[in-house]
């Protein structure tokens, strides 16, 4: 009943600047915490950055300085700025969001199918 759509992911070099967008659509009453997972290929899923309704933040020590989460709350959309992407950060890249259904007093959390972000000269 709620689909989050990625898109943004591709190929670009190190140093390189890639944006990703997650909007999500359906049985939406109201979206609480919004965020941004990562798998690269053999390693455990990393949480990358997170972003609350009140707009406060949290980000992996890894992308510190040179990710940025921001949301638009009328589109129901989470963005994540990477700059000075480096090879290290290739990975399926995920978004997730807290929602909670209209009349319902519970959240349930929602993910997107994942996009590629791959890092490579």
């Known amino acids: 009943q709620v689909q989050l759509v990625e898109s943004g992911g591709g190929l670009v070099q190190p140093g390189g600047s890639l944006r990703l967008s997650c909007a999500a659509s359906?049985?939406?009453?109201?979206?609480?915490?919004m965020g941004w997972d990562r798998q690269a290929p053999g390693k455990q899923r990393e949480l990358v950055a997170t972003i609350t309704s009140g707009d406060s933040t949290n980000y992996a020590d890894s992308v510190k300085g040179r990710f940025t989460i921001s949301r638009d709350n009328a589109k129901n959309t989470v963005y994540l700025q990477m700059n000075g992407l480096k090879p290290e950060d290739t990975a399926v890249y995920f978004c997730?969001?807290?929602?909670?259904?209209?009349?319902?007093?519970?959240?349930?959390?929602?993910w997107g199918q994942g996009t590629q972000v791959t890092v490579s000269s």
């Open positions: 997730n969001a807290l929602i909670q259904a209209p009349g319902r007093p519970w959240l349930s959390n929602h």
């Open positions: 359906g049985n939406i009453g109201s979206i609480n915490t």
